[in-house]
Structures are given as C-alpha cells and as structure tokens.
C-alpha cells in the first residue's frame, strides 16, 4: 500500500500543465497498431524523456517494433520500471469523431479528447513521471 504522505509529495509536485502538454503531444502522434506508425510515437516520447533530464534510447524487439527505456539519475538508488505501450487500436474512419481521434484537443469537462486518450501510453507516464524525475532547471 503506498504511503498517504508519499502519494502527496507526488501529487504537489506535479505541474497539470506540464502534463497536459506531455499527453497532448502524445495523442496527436499517430501510432495506430496495426498500421506501423510506432516509430514517430517512440520518438516523441524520447523527446519528452530527455525533457525531463532522462537518457532514453529506442530497443526494438524480434518484430522491429519500438520500445523506449529511459534511465533517471546514476543508478545508486533502487529502481523503479514502468510498463506500458506506444500503439492504439485502429481510430476507424475519422468522419465518426466529433472531434479528430488524433486532436488531443480540450474540450469542456474532459481534459482531452481523442482515440488514444485513454490509452496507458498517455496515461500514468504522463500524470505521475514529472513529478518523479526530481527539480528540473
């Protein structure tokens, strides 16, 4: 069970906005599987990794399919791994959205609207990783 305070020191570091961008950024860049277009998502994402002061790198399994690993700090503290994936399922045709599936648009009550915005790609990286990589200048 995580701890209350630490759950805390996490959520008062975080930036919402810092966030937002990050997420946004994501969902706009297509990465429909299958369709192949993981690379450009691995890309973004390694450009937000670096943002945020880490040494990314793109490993691609049997299949060439992408995966990002990111490394924080010297590597003197336990480590901590986070698993999840860059593709989304098929948006299907565009003209069904009421807004584009790749807009990662605000709109009303919902932070973000999209295909893959509920997708684990832009979900728990995007909330809590800015908070845990530490003060950045």
């Given at each position: 069970?995580?701890?209350?305070?630490a759950?805390?020191?996490?959520?008062?570091?975080?930036?919402?906005?810092?966030?937002?961008?990050?997420?946004?950024?994501?969902?706009?860049?297509?990465?429909?599987?299958?369709?192949?277009?993981?690379?450009?998502?691995?890309?973004?994402?390694?450009?937000?990794?670096?943002?945020?002061?880490?040494?990314?790198?793109?490993?691609?399994?049997?299949?060439?399919?992408?995966?990002?690993?990111?490394?924080?700090?010297?590597?003197d503290?336990?480590?901590?791994?986070?698993?999840?994936?860059?593709?989304?399922?098929?948006?299907?045709?565009?003209?069904?959205?009421?807004?584009?599936?790749?807009?990662?648009?605000?709109?009303?009550?919902?932070?973000?609207?999209?295909?893959?915005?509920?997708?684990?790609?832009?979900?728990?990286?995007?909330?809590?990783?800015?908070?845990?990589?530490?003060?950045?200048?």
């Amino acid at each position: 069970m995580v701890e209350e305070a630490a759950v805390g020191a996490v959520v008062e570091r975080m930036d919402p906005d810092e966030v937002l961008r990050f997420a946004r950024r994501l969902i706009a860049t297509p990465s429909e599987n299958p369709g192949g277009t993981e690379d450009a998502v691995a890309g973004v994402a390694v450009e937000i990794l670096e943002d945020l002061g880490g040494r990314p790198e793109i490993v691609r399994g049997e299949e060439g399919r992408p995966s990002v690993v990111a490394r924080f700090g010297r590597g003197d503290r336990p480590a901590l791994a986070w698993n999840g994936h860059l593709d989304v399922v098929p948006a299907g045709d565009p003209s069904a959205w009421r807004h584009p599936p790749f807009g990662a648009q605000v709109v009303s009550d919902a932070p973000v609207s999209s295909s893959p915005a509920g997708s684990i790609s832009t979900s728990w990286p995007t909330r809590s990783l800015p908070a845990c990589t530490g003060p950045r200048s």
